[in-house]
């Protein structure tokens, strides 16, 4: 697929005092050979939904736990489709690094966006079918981090375990992420994890009408009208 340049300024805009990036961080360690056809298909599902909502103040990137940048952030309308030969899955499963590094660029990138009269937040998603194994990152650093970008009230990182080998609820949770946020799908079928994905994907169109709904989300992982549901 290549790298997607990063947008210009024109290419988001603001509305409601608030942005918001996209991004999804994704195993493509040699284990998700089996997960990963079904992964990309919700993905794309998911982005589908992003394109026809007609939001203007979202930018889409994509990271890779190994190979790095698949996409800088972008309007939904302008990524592609994810493909099975964007993914080597060679390697092992560098969970907490690829997470340190994908949350920094996405801070990075929020700062770059943020003007005196809106602020920029982020929504992050990171995709695994097992614990780490390669990191030279500790878990300690990735809980720091994400602790604190929850403190500030600005943005959401959310962990979508794939199977039942590991215990992702403490996997995620040693890394700083609420309860709230997390996500397993025990049983991989297509069917479960395009429904997964893609009702937890779906929320980020609401929060991205307000920045009350976005703060909601964030502290309670649902909205005040979903209780009655």
Partial sequence: MGLIPVP?????????????????????????????????????????????????NILLARWAFNSGKLAGYVPPR???????SDFELVGRTPLYQATW???????RKAQEYDTNESDTLTYTRIHTDG??????????????????????????????????????????????IPKEHIFVVTDTTPENVRDTVASAGATSITMSISRESFEEYMRTGQFSDQDDQ
């Avoid at 005092?17 to 996209?22: A, K, P």
């Avoid at 302008?78 to 099975?84: Q, T, Y």
């Avoid at 809980?143 to 590991?166: C, D, N, P, W």
């Fill in 78 to 84: 302008r990524i592609p489709s994810l493909l099975l």
């Fill in 8 to 56: 210009g300024t024109n290419d988001l805009q603001p509305f409601r005092r608030h942005s918001v990036l996209v991004l999804e961080v994704l195993d493509d360690s040699t284990s998700m050979r089996r997960d990963i056809p079904t992964m990309i298909d919700a993905i794309n599902r998911y982005t589908g939904e992003l394109q026809k909502s007609g939001l203007t």
């Fill in 131 to 176: 614990r780490d194994n390669s990191s030279k990152v500790d878990v300690s650093e990735v809980r720091e981090l994400i602790t604190s970008m929850f403190a500030t009230g600005k943005h959401i990182v959310q962990g979508f375990g794939y199977g039942s080998s590991e215990d992702f609820h403490r996997i995620f949770q040693q890394m700083g």
């Fill in 101 to 107: 590094f994908a949350l920094n660029h996405a801070l």
